[in-house]
């Protein structure tokens, strides 16, 4: 008999021990009453009326896209968070309008952190090619790099967009957030029309693996650009953080030549690089440790007093993109912004 047969045997041996059981003891029905009036339910209420989703198109204002481009023509890619380029790059986001988003950059920076750190092993692998190794023809291996990114993308305390969450959270006027959209999907369509218009190269990447290349990217810019700061802030903590970890003798072997070499290197991207190479030594929970006392051993942040109100009657000083930027990521540092300085 197969292990369904006998489930389903036993189910009916069980049926029928319960069902006399309960007959045993079930006392004798009373004498029937009079025929109750027959009741008829009340009508439903009307159902609720769905409202349409509203749709924001962009208002029509020039900006300067975001598309750079070298001395041969090729379009020079962002590395910084897209969405946060874009929104230095959106005239819509004046001094008022950036005083009342400022706590949100640091907070969602917070978030992200705890993201990456919970999710370390998926940043590990873009920062090692994941991406750019995925191919359309190889479906097992881009479902197995996109399900792996999308641990870090997709989740209920994180909005895909920054202006999404400010345009929900009523801090920022649709329109506002419509356009920082059109600025990044500009950006977006000249990286693809590019990648499409090129040509196949030697490790086998096509065209069109490097539009998706462009497409999955942009959707961890953001992530990348944050794990890259937190890999120089545990190159700064390490001396403090290093102790905690308690490695064993063999795993203090391999990271403190690391760690030595490390304290005598001053360029950012060497440190940064010394750090992944000491953690490639670890188990993942001790480099999730390592980092979660990183961001722990920073100065307190009240992300709500970074940018003060501007002074009743003020005027506002108009923004070229490069101040705007300049005050975006200085807001996402956790940085103080003299509001005084953006007044006439």
């Known amino acids: 008999m197969t292990l369904k047969s006998r489930m389903w045997a036993a189910g009916l041996c069980l049926a029928a021990v319960v069902v006399p ?7 004798p029905p009373p004498a029937k009453p009079e025929a109750a009036p027959e009741y008829r339910p009340p009508a439903p209420p009307p159902p609720p009326r769905e409202r349409p989703a509203r749709t924001v198109k962009a208002p029509d204002v020039d900006f300067v896209p975001l598309s750079r481009r070298d001395d041969s023509g090729k379009i020079i890619p962002v590395t910084e968070p897209v969405e946060y380029v ?106 693809t029309t590019e990648a499409m218009h090129g040509t196949t190269d030697p490790d086998g990447a096509t065209p069109i693996d490097k539009m998706m290349h462009v497409v999955i990217r942009m959707s961890v810019s953001e992530f990348e650009y944050y794990y890259r700061r937190l890999m120089l802030d545990a190159a700064d903590q390490l001396p403090s953080v290093l102790p905690e970890l308690a490695l064993d003798a063999a795993a203090s072997a391999k990271v403190k030549p690391l760690a030595a070499k490390l304290a005598g290197e001053s360029n950012l991207d060497a440190r940064a690089a010394l750090v992944r190479q000491m953690f490639a030594q670890l188990p993942l929970e001790t480099q999730q440790q390592a980092l979660r006392l990183t961001v722990q051993r920073r100065p307190k942040v009240d992300a709500s007093a970074l940018m003060a109100p501007l002074p009743e009657g003020a005027k506002p000083r108009d923004l070229d993109d490069e101040t705007r930027h300049e005050i975006i990521f200085q807001l996402m540092d956790g940085g103080k912004v003299n509001t005084a300085n953006l007044v006439e």
């Open 21 to 27: 059981s309960i007959a045993q003891v079930t006392t």
């Open 86 to 191: 874009a929104m230095s790059h959106n005239p819509l986001i004046d001094v008022p309008k950036l005083v009342k988003i400022a706590p949100y950059f640091y907070t969602r920076r917070q978030v992200v952190e705890a993201h990456i750190i919970d999710n370390l092993d998926a940043l590990e692998n873009v920062e090692a090619g994941a991406i750019e190794n995925t191919r359309m023809a190889d479906e097992e291996g881009l479902r197995k790099t996109t399900g792996r990114l999308m641990a870090l993308t997709d989740s209920p305390d994180l909005k895909p967009f920054l202006s999404t969450e400010l345009v929900e959270d009523g801090v920022l006027d649709p329109s506002t957030g419509a356009l920082t959209q059109k600025i990044m999907q500009t950006y977006q369509q000249d990286l």
